[in-house]
């Protein structure tokens, strides 16, 4: 059995990817595993990217598992989409990707 300590869940904030955050938890639970919750906030063309990064920060914050022993985190990260998410994936040994 594959041995999963950590599962990454890139999320667009949309209500269809929380059908694949409710999939991300039972594994989490399941495995026992860490469940990251990531969000990338592209390279900002907007007249204030502050402003646009505290706003996205609190939808991201607001993303919670069900009550239970589950360890959750919360990443908000500026770049390339995918460029991000793989990078995030290799720094925490992320052994399955929930999209």
């Known amino acids: 059995m594959l041995s999963i300590r950590t599962i990454l869940h890139p999320t667009d904030l949309s209500d269809f990817s929380k059908y694949a955050f409710e999939l991300a938890c039972a594994l989490a639970r399941d495995h ?3 469940l990251i919750v990531a969000h990338v906030l592209a390279e900002s063309m907007t007249s204030d990217p502050a402003e646009e990064y505290v706003e996205v920060k ?11 022993k589950m360890r959750l985190e919360h990443r908000l990260l500026v770049g390339d989409p995918v460029e991000e998410i793989c ?13």
């Open 32 to 34: 026992r595993a860490r």
């Open 87 to 99: 990078q995030l994936a290799r720094e925490t040994r992320t052994r399955l990707i929930v999209m």
């Open 58 to 68: 609190e939808k991201l914050n607001q993303i919670q598992a069900p009550p239970g």
